[in-house]
């Protein structure tokens, strides 16, 4: 059964913006906190973005200010709303399902992933 299931990545260029969806099974998003992870050719997985089952957020200093992360309970779905986009932005951006006890430093990332889906930013 896929649990998470990313879209909306593409190429831009720098200063657009994109949305990403990830669409989570209804057992996940209801019981789980939410994180938008990233991952550069040659470079470790960054967690970027998270969402706790009580909306709060945190984010990465590398993206505060330019990406927002947020649930829409009807559609079972995490968003994160990437603007200013440069090219260190490119990555495949992937959806995890874990647990956020506060700080984004700490949390735990369950083994519940997407598939990915592919951000490049260039001109």
């Known amino acids: 059964q896929v649990q998470l299931v990313e879209s909306g990545g593409g190429s831009v260029q720098p200063g657009e913006s994109l949305r990403l969806s990830c669409k989570a099974a209804?057992?996940?998003?209801?019981?789980?906190?939410m994180a938008w992870f990233r991952q550069a050719p040659g470079k470790e997985r960054e967690l970027v973005a998270v969402?706790?089952?009580?909306?709060?957020?945190e984010y990465a200093d590398s993206v505060k200010e330019r990406f927002t992360i947020y649930r829409y309970k009807p559609q079972k779905t995490i968003y994160l709303q990437m603007n200013y986009l440069t090219p260190e932005d490119t990555a495949e951006y992937l959806c995890?399902?874990?647990?956020?006890?506060?700080?984004?430093?700490?949390?735990?990332?369950?083994?519940?992933w997407g598939h990915g889906t592919r951000v490049t930013v260039s001109s």
């Open positions: 969402v706790t089952t009580g909306d709060r957020t």
């Open positions: 209804e057992g996940l998003f209801n019981s789980y906190d």
């Open positions: 995890n399902a874990g647990y956020a006890p506060g700080g984004i430093s700490r949390y735990q990332a369950y083994d519940y």
